[in-house]
């Protein structure tokens, strides 16, 4: 079982700046991926960005390649998602997660295993 908590959600203007932050904890071993999925409203859950443990391989949605950046700090336990150049449609509740078969090169392909609680990012002017 691996437990995730996400924070540092909140209101930002078009063009500012977020970090989100997911500390996890529980049975992680290293061929795990941990990541970022996004679910604006009316629309379905969208993979935003995976690593995975081992630091193999990291992906990002075409939609936030160049703005938003996948971290972690080992020490801490903790997942950064740096969030840039930030435009109104990355509104969305934003949800750590955990992901059994690694972070795939496509989107399509990543399926999350466990989830956080979600954090709400809302950018508006």
């Known amino acids: 079982q691996v437990q995730l908590v996400e924070s540092g959600g909140g209101l930002v203007q078009p063009g500012g700046s977020l970090r989100l932050s997911c500390v996890v904890s529980g049975y992680t071993p290293n061929y795990y991926a941990i990541g970022w999925f996004r679910q604006a409203p009316g629309k379905a859950h969208e993979g935003v960005s995976c690593?995975?443990?081992?630091?193999?391989?990291?992906n990002y949605a075409d939609s936030v390649k160049g703005r938003f950046s996948i971290s972690r700090d080992n020490a801490k336990n903790t997942w950064y998602l740096q969030m840039n150049s930030l435009k109104p449609e990355d509104t969305a509740i934003y949800y750590c997660v955990a992901l059994e078969a690694g972070c795939p090169r496509r989107v399509s392909l990543w399926e999350p295993n466990f989830w956080g609680q979600g954090t709400q990012v809302t950018v508006s002017s």
């Open positions: 690593q995975t443990l081992s630091g193999g391989s990291t």
